[in-house]
């Protein structure tokens, strides 16, 4: 399936949602049902559609580049049993796990400590060749003998952990955050089948298990106080089957698995407590035998798996100290005594000392028990706990998980067995663990061929930069790693590792001949953008970690700032013959943390121009051909926010005769300035998807035949998405998809314009996400042409009394301009006069700043003159609603920030409320921001107060400022509250709107 004709929902600004997405996930084919049995017991005949949407972004799915020429295999030294010696050997070239089609790298790494869970099998049908479910965030269905990947979307959250059917044939995934969901997937389609919404509110859920009948699901919350729920999932209810809460002492509950032989039965376990649980007759009990270390006059350790013996008689749980704590059950119980729900019965009646290092995986086969450790051992053990193999490799780390062939295992031959004396030899089939370095291996126990699936970054993904002339991308991590990828073929090309120091930034030369790197410590690498290998000696000129690296246009210099508020530049000379590069100039030019830097091309010639963005609301420029050995000239230096703070920039495509920069600050707003003069030239809407733009790039264009038609790719906190250009505050021209749950690290467009990429910090991945214009066109084109779109931004729409009001308001503005009493004949007009913009806004409810003021009028005023060197003097109803909009706040005025600037400005009272002085509140008005007069102060209070004459003017000449005085003495009270000034002296309601978190560095 081309999913370029694919749809899936996506997010409009108003909260709603819409099938038409801009930025649509690539897809390879999806697998295809095989002749399998159906959903167990009462399961729907059909799939229903997720809720949610399922679009499938194209993940970077990584290979081993020695895959066909594995090293040598090495068994770990220590704690095997005398007698039963560990399986060794060189390992023999199998066939490798087929590469996933159109993919180029896994979600990288993919390995989080809390966060991210993994789980792998083969399949029984699949040939024998090695099937992978990678769930990470948002999550990977990998079926290697389709050659085939696709990525379930629908969470909006992490992944917290993850079930797979014994047939392999459902997976059920959960989440935590607001908003939880638990999804069922259909493996053999990629879809999902049952979401559970709501199933832990409040936290989510720390960990899932699904019965090995297929029909019941158990999970237990994250919250302080769990609930465990035991849900029928193939049934149409809402409510769990059952459920349970847990007592805080238990400790955080983060394992649970059923036992196999009886879905009425499950054990989960913290770190300190192991729970047997058995329901039945919609009841939930659970017993909580002891276990100390005076039990067995041993350590114990921490507890980190548990399962169930194939005897079905006992239980086991793993320990930090290397140690298998067997459980007894009373009696064993068969599934006839579901009615007759009985408390448990179940003791600790072993310690048994396995090892000294941790185990970390416990799992139970048909006639074995099988342990991984911190050491990368993974051993096998009969019902009695004697040693029945050990299968290990010096390279591989501490085990996550481990999953088991559900093929028949081969007879073993006399090289590749190994068994204690008398006993028939030993055979398991193959089986793929993952490990907590990023590394998923293939185990074929034939020979302990250990073989490497995936190997990717250790720490968090925060670089990517995509070539500006092939189809290749590099990708940075905080572990050192550097890897260069063909996104098309796919497949990984040359990479490199750095142990100095962690990788925070990449950039290509326009070139393509160099890759520029930036370390947290300070130090900047320039690469051959082919080998990797160093052009120079490294430069270690930044006191702080290099936050952003970028060329100039004609690769004549090199540009990075840092944590610590200083841009440094580095320039190319010509030395002994040879083009190498040395550090020209470093200067402290912000005193907040630097957001962004570009470079551009001079107006009138081709000389390379430098700025930079800070959250000091600073952009600044540099005279660079005035710059010297140690000597960075600014040549100019301009606030550009008043309120708001700076987040990105990028230069404007030309689309007439001005040319501008273009800024999106903190207030979901974004910003023209005129590249010479640096005047606010437009103030417009920006996509308003939970938080505010974190970094932008211009979509390379693609068409020839329309060179006007440009479009923007961003990210935000979260989220991913397209805005088409130009500008306008239409909130129908963007859209965007959840990408990475906890927080998008970088962004990248290709050359072409055809992909966007995605890093995600410390989820450790990297998604490749296919461009589709035509359906972000379709979905604007839905929204409607001219003021349609505007129009439903405003209270009640067209027809509410909201724009009836904005109406009775402008035309009542031409009377007064005209003067309310005049005899002579009405000029009735479509416009009013600009100088009467503040008064309509205030009217309205957006109480702008003088400075809002001025950049709103000039907005109007000088919107023709570069085309016609004439001033605008009047404005239109329609006109004045998009100016409206545009610079309105984006969530109207919140109750919490004026009590987050009483917070700041005033003081505590006996009460224990915070309140600002009569006097001082006064004073601070006078002599703080822009400053009143006495005055204006006395006409504004009056005006508030609602002391003006019906009908009258507010002008100074009007206002007695001593009656303003005692106005004041009567209606204020010497301690003024927020809610209070909101509430008597603003005449607004002081309820709380929806609640919309951003996070900024003020």
């Known amino acids: ?19 038409e997405a801009a930025v649509l996930p690539q897809q390879g084919p999806v697998a295809t049902a095989q002749e399998e049995e159906g959903a167990p017991g009462d399961a729907p005949s059909g799939p229903p559609q997720s809720p949610l949407g399922t679009g499938v972004p194209r993940t970077l799915f990584s290979t081993w580049d020695g895959w066909q020429d594995t090293t040598a295999s090495k068994t770990a030294p220590g704690d095997t049993a005398t007698g039963t010696p560990c399986l060794k050997g060189p390992p023999k070239p199998t066939p490798a796990l087929p590469d996933p089609m159109g993919a180029i790298s896994s979600p990288h790494g993919g390995h989080g400590e809390q966060e991210q869970q993994q789980r792998s099998w083969e399949g029984n049908q699949h040939d024998g060749s090695a099937s992978l479910l990678w769930v990470a965030q948002p999550g990977l269905l ?51 089948v049952r979401t559970i919404f709501d199933s832990h509110p409040g936290g989510g859920v720390a960990a899932i298990a699904i019965s ?19 849900w029928r999932w193939t049934s149409h209810t809402e409510s769990p089957v059952c459920s349970a809460e847990l007592r805080p002492e238990f400790g955080l509950q983060d394992f649970v698995i059923f036992n196999p032989q009886n879905p009425y039965e499950f054990v989960s376990n913290s770190k300190t407590q192991v729970i047997f649980y058995l329901w039945g007759d919609a009841s939930l009990q659970y017993s909580t035998p002891p276990l100390t270390k005076q039990t067995f006059k041993s350590v114990v350790g921490h507890f980190s798996q548990s399962a169930f013996h194939f005897n079905n008689a006992q239980a086991l749980t793993g320990t930090s100290a290397g140690k298998l704590v067997v459980w007894d059950m009373a009696c064993a119980r068969s599934l006839s005594e579901e009615a007759q729900v009985q408390p448990h019965s179940t003791k600790a009646t072993k310690l048994v000392p396995m ?8 799992t139970v086969l048909e006639s074995c028990i099988v342990t991984g450790d911190v050491k990368g051992r993974v051993k096998f053990y009969n019902g009695q706990l004697q040693l029945l193999a050990c299968y290990s490799h010096s390279s591989v780390g501490p085990i996550c998980s481990i999953s088991f062939s559900k093929s028949p295992p081969e007879p073993p031959d006399a090289a590749s067995a190994c068994s204690s004396a008398g006993s028939q030899p030993f055979t398991t089939g193959n089986f793929i663990l993952s490990t907590s370095d990023a590394t998923v291996l293939h185990v074929a126990t034939d020979g302990t061929n250990f073989e490497k699936v995936m190997e990717e970054a250790k720490k968090a993904t925060t670089a990517i930069a995509c ?11 905080h572990c050192g790693l550097l890897k260069v990828w063909d996104y098309q073929q796919p497949k990984h090309l040359v990479s490199r590792i750095f142990t100095e120091a962690s990788i925070q930034c990449l950039s290509y030369d326009p070139e393509g001949c160099f890759l520029a790197t930036g370390f947290t410590d300070g130090s900047v690498y320039i690469l051959d953008a082919i080998s990797l290998q160093s052009c120079c000696e490294a430069f270690r000129f930044s006191r702080g970690a290099v936050t952003h690296i970028s060329f100039s246009h004609d690769s004549e210099y090199l540009a990075t700032a840092d944590e610590k508020y200083a841009v440094t530049v580095y320039k190319r000379v010509l030395q002994n013959g040879q083009r190498c590069w040395e550090h020209l100039a470093g200067l402290h030019s912000h005193y907040k943390p630097i957001r962004s830097i570009l470079f551009g091309v001079q107006l009138d010639s081709n000389e390379p121009r430098l700025l930079s963005l800070g959250e000091d609301r600073q952009l600044v420029e540099y005279d660079l051909s005035s710059s010297s050995k140690d000597r960075l000239v600014i040549s100019h230096r301009d606030r550009v926010e008043q309120v708001a703070v700076p987040l990105c920039l990028a230069w404007y495509p030309q689309f007439g005769t001005e040319s501008f920069i273009l800024t999106a600050n903190s207030c979901y707003k974004m910003k023209l300035y005129n590249t010479t003069t ?16 974190e970094k932008i790039q211009i979509l390379p264009t693609r068409s020839t035949t329309e060179p006007q038609k440009c479009y923007l790719a961003y990210i935000t906190q979260d989220k991913v998405g397209l805005q088409i250009l130009p500008v306008d505050g239409n909130p129908h021209k963007s859209s965007a998809f959840i990408c990475h749950p906890d927080g998008v690290s970088d962004l990248a467009c290709s050359y072409d314009g055809r992909y966007v990429f995605t890093a995600g910090g410390n989820d450790r991945t990297v998604l490749k996400w296919e461009v589709n214009l035509n359906a972000l066109e379709a979905a604007a084109s839905l929204g409607g042409e001219d003021l349609v779109p505007f129009y439903s931004l405003l209270e009640g729409g067209r027809e509410g009394e909201f724009f009836r009001e904005l109406e009775d308001y402008f035309y009542y503005v031409q009377l007064r301009s005209q003067g309310i009493d005049t005899l002579e004949t009405r000029q009735v007009s479509t416009h009013i006069p600009l100088e009467e913009i503040p008064s309509v806004m ?16 000039n907005e109007v005023k000088f919107s023709e003159y570069v085309d016609t060197g004439e001033q605008v003097t009047k404005i239109n109803l329609g006109d004045f609603i998009k100016l409206y909009i545009n610079h309105r706040p984006a969530f109207g005025l919140s109750m919490k920030t004026i009590q987050r600037a009483f917070q700041v400005l005033g003081y505590d009272n006996e009460n224990g409320d915070k309140v600002i002085d009569r006097g001082d509140l006064l004073l601070l008005l006078q002599c703080r921001g822009e400053h009143m007069t006495e005055d204006e102060l006395a006409q504004c209070l009056t005006a508030l107060l609602g002391r003006h004459s019906e009908g009258g003017r507010s002008d100074l000449d009007t206002c007695d400022p001593s009656g303003a005085a005692a106005l004041t003495g009567e209606e204020i009270p010497e301690e003024i509250t927020a ?15 929806e609640k919309r978190t951003v996070k900024i560095n003020e």
């Open 142 to 192: 990998f079926q290697g003998d389709k050659q085939s990947s696709c990525h379930p979307l629908g969470h909006a959250n992490a992944i917290s952990c993850l079930c797979v059917s014994e047939d392999r044939r459902w997976v059920a995934t959960a989440d935590r955050g607001p908003d939880p969901l638990v999804i069922m997937w259909d493996t053999f389609s990629g879809i999902p």
């Open 355 to 362: 090892q000294r290092s941790s185990i970390t995986v416990l």
């Open 678 to 693: 640096k005047m606010c030239r437009k103030t417009l809407l920006g996509p308003t998807y939970g938080s505010p733009l």
């Open 1 to 19: 399936m081309d999913l370029s004709d694919a749809t899936s929902k996506g997010m409009s600004q108003d909260g709603r949602t819409r099938q």
């Open 842 to 857: 205030r009217a309205m409810g957006f109480y702008p700043s003088e400075e809002e003021i001025e950049e709103m009028i």
């Open 212 to 230: 090995r009948d297929a029909r019941y699901l158990v999970t237990i919350s994250s919250g302080r106080v769990q609930k465990v729920c035991l």
């Open 979 to 993: 809610e209070r000034f909101t509430a008597d002296i603003l005449g607004l309601p002081t309820a709380e709107p």
């Open 467 to 477: 070539h500006p002339r092939q189809a290749l991308l590099a990708v940075g991590s």
